[in-house]
């Protein structure tokens, strides 16, 4: 009996490559999980008896089975685990902006990082970018930047139809009912409308060259995609 669970293929020797997410063929830099061959014989003898004429028949069958080894051949820049689905130059550039993000940095601190908190601060800090790869993304994946869709709809409510970039438009188209989020108008009223304007600029500055960098790093193949758990 074998004890490994092996894909569905029926081969009588040799091993089967999996390829995953189409790897380039000259690249040997990636790593594999390979499963061990086993080989079993079961033979069993049955002997038949005298017939009324004097005839005796018997037979011996044998039957013998095979697993195939087996192997998983992953490129070198492959992503395993949950963000796999959101692999690639924008799912990859999403996720490093994303860690550059004040965002990233303020969600270290214990009731930020998650829940209602983690909510309010990256909706705040969060790379403007990113967030709406992440929105477009989630819609037809379902999930994108380790949150499902609704989140990330959620987060393109806070931030208003400007989906964050209001900090372009005059001071004076910022303040009219409705064009920002909830979260840059109850800021605006707090700190003042031009205040949170300057800031604003900067922050889509940063958010800009940070997101820029890391589709850079990306595509160059120096910046990894998110992993499980990310």
């Known amino acids: 009996m074998v004890d490994v669970a092996a894909p569905a293929l029926t081969v009588s020797s040799g091993t089967v490559i999996v390829d995953v997410a189409a790897p380039d063929p000259t690249d040997t830099s990636g790593t594999s999980d390979t499963g061990d061959s086993d080989t079993g014989t079961d033979t069993g003898a049955n002997t038949g008896t005298s017939n009324p004429g004097g005839l005796t028949t018997g037979s011996t069958p044998s039957q013998t089975n095979t697993q195939t080894s ?51 601060v990256n909706a705040i800090a969060g790379n403007v ?11 037809g994946n379902g999930q994108a930047g380790g949150n499902n869709v609704f989140y990330n709809i959620g987060q393109g409510i806070a931030a208003g139809p400007t989906l964050g970039l209001g900090a372009l438009l005059p001071n004076a188209v910022q303040e009219i009912p409705g064009v920002t989020g909830p979260i840059d108008s109850i800021l605006g009223t707090a700190v003042g409308a031009g205040t949170w304007a300057t800031i ?14 890391a589709g850079v790093g990306c595509g160059m193949g120096w910046l990894p995609g998110p992993s499980a758990g990310d």
């Open 70 to 120: 087996f192997a998983i051949r992953y490129p070198a820049n492959a992503v395993k685990g949950r963000g796999a689905a959101n692999a690639g130059f924008f799912g990859c550039t999403s996720y490093n902006a994303g860690r550059a993000s004040a965002a990233n940095l303020i969600g270290k601190i214990p009731g930020l990082g998650s829940g209602v908190g983690g909510f309010i």
């Open 129 to 139: 970018f990113s967030g709406i790869t992440d929105i477009v993304m989630s819609i």
């Open 200 to 213: 604003g600029v900067y922050k889509l500055i940063y958010d800009g060259v940070t997101f820029a960098g």
